[in-house]
């Protein structure tokens, strides 16, 4: 997971104990201090066990390991009252109340596959949606459309028609290309909540010439958290109840059963491209959609509106709509096109 230290203002990697925050980099080095490393405790810490989330999962399996001893070593504390401390003094646990989660990590690139929950593609055909959902549509999402908890997701003001896609991303955690599905289930570091947040209209407009571009990659359209969820984690990812919520009310409810394609499968579909730790790919969305309803705009989302994207095991990512300012020029799709 990705925190927000209260004092610092930083972005720094941890992990979840019980209710609290515990920070990987001040944890890993108060070990080493422990153990009669006292210089260059920070230097090894920064090498195993970075600040930054994305640098832990490009460490790999020693970096894995390494975090595995900070769990060890936090739960011991935690459990019998203690507070973690970094050898400089620092604070290294948090209650979760008293730091902002960030998103866990910005994925070096995000492969976005649709069709793979069929109960998606069915609801879209009732709609009559004028454009098929195949099984193993892709297209990229942009990194820098990235929000985690508690960020505003901003309604642009080039939509009518914000809608929403409870999905679940697939972290990877090993440099991989063309892997066999029994193969990819090693590359799997863990698994984050995604919301793919989507302008319909231009989405309809783009995909008259068969694009998939800015309906779906506007800032804050890639909703992530609140962590990942490591593989040792989640014994089957095919077994996660999925729920997606607006203002408290249900819009998607099902689960990763539904999936026609196993998690495994999809990894090893996409990584006819290499595939390298920090890298995501998600599953496609679950049915519920508002664009799909019979009065879709009773349902598509308004500013002002609480959305709750939530993935048993995994966690709950809360976001609030806001209206963004009027836009100044006219984004490059038109009816015309």
Request: aromatic share 8%.
């Amino acid at each position: 997971m990705t925190y927000r230290n209260p004092y610092t203002m930083e972005d720094r990697s941890g992990l979840l104990h019980a209710d609290q925050v515990v920070d990987l980099n001040s944890s890993y080095a108060a070990i080493l201090y422990r153990e009669g490393i006292t210089e260059g405790a920070y230097r090894i810490a920064d090498g195993l066990l970075p600040t930054s989330t994305i640098d832990v999962l490009r460490g790999g399996r020693r970096s894995l390991d390494a975090a595995r001893e900070v769990l060890e070593f936090a739960s011991k504390m935690i459990d019998t009252g203690k507070t973690i401390e970094g050898p400089r003094g620092e604070r290294a646990s948090f209650r979760a109340g008293e730091v902002k989660l960030r998103a866990p990590l910005r994925p070096g690139k995000i492969i976005h596959t649709a069709g793979n929950f069929r109960e998606h593609a069915k609801e879209a055909q009732k709609a009559g949606w004028e454009f098929p959902i195949p099984q193993w549509i892709s297209f990229l999402k942009n990194p820098d459309a990235v929000v985690g908890p508690e960020d505003p997701v901003i309604y642009p003001s080039y939509t009518k028609e914000l809608d929403y896609e409870l999905e679940m991303g697939i972290i990877i955690g090993k440099k991989c290309k063309e892997v066999t599905p029994e193969e990819a289930v090693d590359c799997i570091v863990g698994y984050t909540v995604f919301n793919d947040i989507t302008a319909r209209d231009i989405q309809r407009m783009e995909m008259k010439n068969g694009l998939l571009n800015l309906g779906k990659n506007m800032d804050t359209f890639a909703i992530l958290g609140p962590c990942i969820a490591l593989r040792d984690e989640v014994p089957d990812p095919h077994n996660l109840k999925m729920e997606f919520r607006v203002n408290g009310e249900p819009r998607q409810q099902s689960g990763t059963w539904n999936l026609s394609v196993k998690v495994p499968e999809i990894v090893s579909r996409y990584s006819v491209v290499t595939l390298y730790p920090g890298d995501m790919i998600s599953t496609g969305t679950v049915s519920g959609v508002a664009a799909f309803r019979e009065d879709p705009f009773k349902y598509y989302l308004k500013p002002g509106d609480v959305i709750e994207s939530e993935i048993e095991r995994i966690g709950v990512v809360r976001n609030t709509v806001v209206a963004g300012p009027p836009g100044r020029i006219k984004p490059p799709v038109s009816e015309s096109q």
